[in-house]
């Protein structure tokens, strides 16, 4: 059993110390920029911590569809099974299987969603329409 602070809160704590505490006496411009780098950074597993393993799940879902994963059944990590998900897809995009046809237009529509999934967690205030 985990107690508190979470992890989110540990994050959130030092982000707001960096950006409220440190950043604002840095006088180096590459120190300063580093750090608002590692502010994002923060921001970032922060968000992810948020979003667990749903982005995974839902990226698995459509890799399933697309014919090239299997769903890991309840309790198992899905990060491994993503990973084999995605090599077998590039592979089949390698062969030439999503040049043309309904694949193509899948697997397209397949990425453009990881993209959104992933800008929403990289870059929030990122236009998405």
């Known amino acids: 059993m985990h107690s508190r602070p979470s992890a989110s809160e540990l994050i959130e704590a030092v982000r707001e ?18 750090t608002r780098v590692a502010v994002h950074v923060l921001s970032i597993v922060e968000r992810e911590l948020l979003a667990g393993e749903w982005p995974t799940r839902e990226a698995l879902a459509r ?3 697309l014919g090239v994963a299997e769903i890991p059944g309840p309790g198992v990590v899905p990060e491994a099974s993503w990973r084999a998900a995605e090599e077998a897809l590039c592979v089949r995009i390698r062969t030439g299987d999503a040049d043309q046809g309904p694949f193509r ?8 969603q990881t993209l959104k999934e992933r800008l929403r967690v990289g870059s929030p205030d990122f236009p998405l329409s």
């Open 17 to 34: 110390h960096l950006t409220g505490e440190v950043i604002p006496l840095v006088e180096d411009p590459r120190v300063r920029f580093q």
């Open 63 to 65: 890799l399933h569809d």
């Open 105 to 112: 237009e899948e697997v397209l529509d397949h990425v453009r």
